[in-house]
């Protein structure tokens, strides 16, 4: 029997559908989906089944200190046993074995993962097959031609996977155990990480650090036969054009000497024509900053294109290279796409063009190609929006690159009015070129009409404009890549993890991504006692290693030494400012939580979290003082910076998926509630004929609203009301529930009609009840196929799925979306 091992389960899907020319059948064993045709088994990972760990006795962090992990023992242990247990099973019926994992670092060494596996069962034959894309040419011709594993490249990552071990428990330890942050709340550090959340802590220094410059510009509009166009002031600056005016006094002067004439004089014209050359072809970098345009983060960008990847419809999205391979037939190609629907008049356009050539970047490897579609076209409907829109980037991408450059012609005016030199530049694109397949480059013109110097052009306004000098922008997700990039931070395939990890912690928030308090007091007590973990420097040159290991001109227990070495003279700098250390990150992590002084004793009033695991707002002075606020019950609270000035507080946001809201000023609803009276509506119906209860309007100090009964809490029947805008009863009533109808009136123009409460919150649980997975927000057709390959075909398995290892078994799932389906499922 023939035994292939792919990463994942769906790409052993395709490859069974491929070789065995759609006769392969699917019979599950352990859990684990076993694809077989005549004599051949296809069995798909889930990523790295087998990890790197300490042995069990460095697992108490209170009984081990975080300097004695440095030597510690390393050992491999089973990820996810039912497919080890699949995989070993295989084994002993095998009588030869294929690795048909992603071709790169990572891949190479799950492949190696599976090598071993194997061996401890049988001594069968194990060869490698590699493509960059999964289509039927490339695996036929991949398996047709197989070759060995590269153990060097293997081992590259899986030196990787030591000293990210060891660097990251042993500092995340010392810090953790330093700041008595144990629990979920630990404090994360790694070797990646730390530089990375630097880059974003520093441009956050020099945002806060800017100190603006006021300046003012001026613009006049020029009239010519009957149609406006805009001009601005300029003047002379050493030699050098200037349209800021940097005072006041000067920028009033040329305002009053712009008004005080009706015309100006063109006194320059001049013309030019200009080449826009095609973009170079998507490595991972420039594909990931192209998918933010359109809104998606670095994660999902490379989720969605690797879901396309393994069904066959782009190249490998991991990869340095810009140049497209000599194999490659552009116009082959493109041929592809002649007549199919979407793209078929592009592509007959380009095919028209009298040369094809494709365009080259800087970056030329022989790992994988460039990303580009693999001509194997999937229907519309087959693909979620994300995924057609991300799949019809990577088209178009490779469409511009084989298209003809554009051409735009420039037209300068200079004019002359009240001695004051005006200046206006119009651009109109003469030849579309690559625009007309690539809309997501800007083609915006500029319409600046025909002149003649001399010509005297009418002013029909002038405006000056006070403006203020901005400080540097935040990095976005992709711009920050780009940056990790250029310092050697991680690689291709790690970055966007990277990032991930940082707002997982609670490192970053928002987008672009901006760093927390705790941040900030994590990278500045490494910078002051121990700059080498946030040194990109000390990564970059571990990065240099590993590439060294992948090129066999080191080994991986040299570059794992050196790398210890390095970590324990980390350890000797941070040994002596232990204490130091500690209050610094106390302070800090107080501070994230801090939301203004108790009204009773003075003390910090602290975000809190109960042993039942609900969050409330408790002072700093406990147990002498036992002052409290509740918060909303879903939701993790945020503290924000907006500040209530009567009660001297922060407002907090209750961070909920999709329901995220701002709470406000704890204090300010509390009162609220205290203030209000319930204003009973009807009878209750689960004791208002035996008990004569009611039912009221009630406000709550956790600022929720509610419809429930005056016998609380002998009676708990409630009802949810919105938390925002103005509630009204009105005179219309439900006969069948004897209750009036309500109306919420948030400040719009069309109130909400809520109605009965009964009747509404009835409809609201049919509306929303949850039967089977494509219920749940986010889940479709294809997602649910997705989850049931992986062994989550019912709402009952998705509550028990480990979300992490769900993550990597489903691609386009994160860890966090499966949290949020299963908050749904509790709610």
């Not at 070789?19 to 699917?26: K, T």
């Not at 974003?200 to 149609?227: H, T």
């Not at 030849?431 to 480059?441: L, R």
């Not at 490192?507 to 990278?523: K, N």
Request: a negative charge.
């Amino acid at each position: 029997m023939r035994l292939i091992i792919t990463e994942k389960d769906n790409a052993a899907r395709r490859i069974a559908e491929i070789l065995s020319e759609g006769g392969a059948s699917a019979n599950r064993r352990n859990g684990v989906n076993v694809y077989r045709w005549g004599d051949t088994r296809v069995v798909g990972l889930s990523g790295h089944v087998v990890g790197v760990d300490f042995p069990e006795e460095y697992n108490d962090w209170r009984d081990v200190e975080p300097v004695e992990l440095i030597d510690a023992d390393v050992t491999k242990e089973p990820t996810q046993e039912n497919i080890v247990t699949t995989l070993k099973q295989l084994a002993r019926e095998a009588d030869e074995a294929t690795i048909a994992t992603d071709y790169d670092r990572e891949g190479e060494l799950i492949g190696k993962e599976a090598y071993e596996l194997i061996r401890e069962e049988t001594d069968v034959p194990v060869d490698r097959v590699r493509f960059s894309s999964i289509t039927e040419r490339e695996v036929r011709e991949a398996f047709a031609n197989p070759d060995d594993i590269d153990f060097d490249l293997a081992a590259a990552g899986e030196a990787r996977q030591i000293i990210d071990l060891v660097w990251g428990a042993a500092l995340t330890r010392f810090l953790s155990l330093s700041a008595r942050q144990l629990g979920d709340d630990f404090i994360s550090v790694g070797r990646v990480q730390s530089p990375t959340l630097k880059l974003i802590v520093d441009r956050e220094r020099e945002i806060q650090a800017f100190d603006p410059e006021d300046y003012w510009e001026i613009f006049a509009d020029l009239q010519k036969n009957g149609s406006a166009f805009e001009a601005q002031y300029f003047y002379d600056d050493d030699g050098k054009e200037a349209e800021r005016v940097w005072v006041e006094d000067d920028a009033d002067d040329a305002y009053a000497d712009l008004t005080s004439v009706d015309a100006a004089t063109v006194t320059s014209v001049r013309r030019r024509t200009r080449t826009d050359s095609p973009p170079t072809p998507f490595n991972t970098t420039a594909f990931i900053s192209a998918a933010s345009s359109l809104g998606y983060s670095a994660q999902q960008a490379m989720s969605i294109a690797e879901e396309l990847y393994t069904t066959g419809y782009i190249t490998y999205p991991r990869t340095d290279n810009t140049v497209y391979p000599d194999d490659l037939e552009e116009d082959a190609l493109l041929d592809e796409f002649v007549g199919a629907g979407h793209f078929g008049e592009d592509a007959e356009a380009l095919l028209e063009q009298e040369d094809i050539t494709a365009t080259e970047g800087d970056e030329e490897t022989t790992d994988h190609p460039p990303i580009h579609p693999t001509g194997e076209i999937p229907p519309k409907v087959d693909l979620s929006d994300d995924e057609w829109e991300i799949y019809e980037l990577v088209v178009r991408r490779f469409f511009a690159t084989v298209a003809e450059a554009a051409t735009w012609e420039h037209l300068r005016v200079v004019a002359e009015a009240g001695g004051r030199s005006l200046k206006a530049n119009g651009k109109r694109l003469v030849e579309p070129g690559y625009h007309e397949v690539y809309p997501y480059s800007s083609a915006s013109e500029n319409h600046v009409p025909d002149v003649e110097e001399g010509e005297e052009l009418a002013i029909s306004e002038v405006r000056m404009e006070e403006k203020q000098t901005q400080p540097p922008r935040r990095y976005g997700q992709s711009r920050l890549i780009q940056t990790m990039e250029d310092k050697g931070l991680g690689t291709k395939s790690t970055r966007h993890n990277s990032i991930e990890k940082l707002y997982d912690r609670g490192y970053i928030e928002g987008d672009p991504p901006r760093p927390t308090t705790l941040a900030m007091a994590v990278v500045e007590a490494a910078e002051e006692f121990a700059d080498h973990v946030v040194s990109d420097e000390m990564t970059a040159q571990l990065e240099a290693d590993m590439t060294a290991i992948a090129n066999g001109e080191e080994t991986l227990d040299t570059v794992a030494d050196e790398s210890r070495e390095m970590l324990k003279r980390v350890f000797e700098e941070l040994r002596e400012s232990r204490e130091e250390i500690g209050e610094h990150l106390q302070e800090s992590l107080k501070a994230d939580k801090t939301l203004g002084p108790c009204p009773k004793c003075g003390e910090d009033m602290l975000v809190r979290r109960s042993r039942q695991g609900s969050y409330f707002v408790g002072c700093d002075g406990f147990p002498e003082c036992r002052n409290t606020l509740p918060l909303p019950s879903s939701g993790e609270p945020q503290v924000l910076e907006d500040h209530c000035e009567e009660h001297d507080m922060h407002h907090v946001k209750m961070l909920a998926g999709r329901d995220t809201f701002v709470h406000g000023c704890p204090r300010c609803e509390a009162e609220k509630a205290d203030e209000s009276e319930d204003e009973v509506i009807g009878p209750c119906p689960d004791c208002g004929d035996e008990h004569d209860g009611e039912l009221a309007i009630k406000h709550l100090r956790s600022g929720s609203r509610l419809v429930g009964c005056t016998r609380y809490p002998e009676c708990d029947y409630s009802l949810p009301l919105p938390r925002n805008g103005d509630i009204s009863v009105t005179d219309a009533f439900c006969e069948e529930h004897d209750l009036p109808e309500l109306v919420i009136d948030a400040d719009s123009d069309d109130p909400w009609e809520l109605g009965c409460p009964i009747c509404n919150y009835e409809e609201y649980q049919a509306r929303t009840a949850v039967e089977d997975l494509e219920d749940l927000n986010g889940i479709g057709s294809a997602t649910a196929e997705k989850l049931g390959d992986a062994g989550v075909d019912s709402l009952a398995a998705l509550r028990e799925a480990d979300p992490d290892t769900i993550a990597t078994e489903v691609q386009g799932v994160s860890a966090t979306q499966v949290r949020e389906w299963q908050d749904e499922l509790e709610a």
